[in-house]
């Protein structure tokens, strides 16, 4: 496992190392480098990537799950934010500057890059989401590119049944982080 302070480099002179919660796991295949910030019972999974060497902070929210393989990093100046109980899928990327609230759900492979996602959101597997504001409650379809505020707007609003799947995947990965701690 790589955790490990930023190098101090002309953009960002300020090495900072990562701060995990002792209730928290993170796979001996992953890697968290700088001003990571991650909240208490997250599971980091085998492959990922939370590189706080450019873009500074990533915060990570409590009980918050990253799935294997997915990178979260931000441009110069930027973080990422990513809320409470919020599950993010396999291979799935993560580009700052981003916010994604409490309780969403972003799937494989999909990625979410300068935007604002709000809460219980669920972004589709494969879906590409950059530049815009996505409000509360709102449901980005499997392999949706939503690129524009206007396509973010006109989204429908996601379901009970997926709230319910996102509730079994944060289950699932809140037993992996207390399972593999031990």
């Known amino acids: 496992m790589t ?3 930023n190098p101090s480099c002309s953009f960002n002179k300020e090495c900072r190392y990562p701060n995990i919660d002792k209730e928290s796991f993170c796979d001996e295949m992953s890697s968290v480098i700088g001003d990571v910030r991650i909240g208490k019972g997250v599971y980091v999974a085998p492959f990922v990537s939370l590189r706080a060497d450019e873009g500074t902070p990533l ?16 441009l110069e100046h930027t973080s990422v934010e990513i809320g409470k109980k919020t599950s993010i899928a396999h291979g799935a990327v993560i ?5 994604i609230g409490d309780n969403s759900f972003v799937g494989f492979r999909a ?12 972004i589709g597997h494969g879906a590409i989401v950059i530049g815009v504001k996505i ?5 980005v ?24 799947f996102n509730e079994g995947v944060l289950s699932v990965n809140s037993e992996f ?4 701690r031990l």
């Open 3 to 5: 955790i490990k302070e």
């Open 59 to 74: 915060i990570i929210g409590d009980e918050t799950n990253l799935q294997d393989g997915v990178i979260v990093h931000a």
């Open 95 to 99: 580009h700052g500057p981003t916010k």
């Open 111 to 122: 990625v979410v890059h300068s935007s604002e996602i709000g809460k219980e959101c669920f």
């Open 135 to 139: 409000g509360d409650k709102k449901l």
């Open 141 to 164: 379809p499997h392999g949706a590119v939503i690129t524009d505020q206007e396509k973010a707007d006109k989204l429908p609003n996601s379901t009970s049944d997926l709230f319910k």
């Open 177 to 180: 982080a207390r399972g593999y």
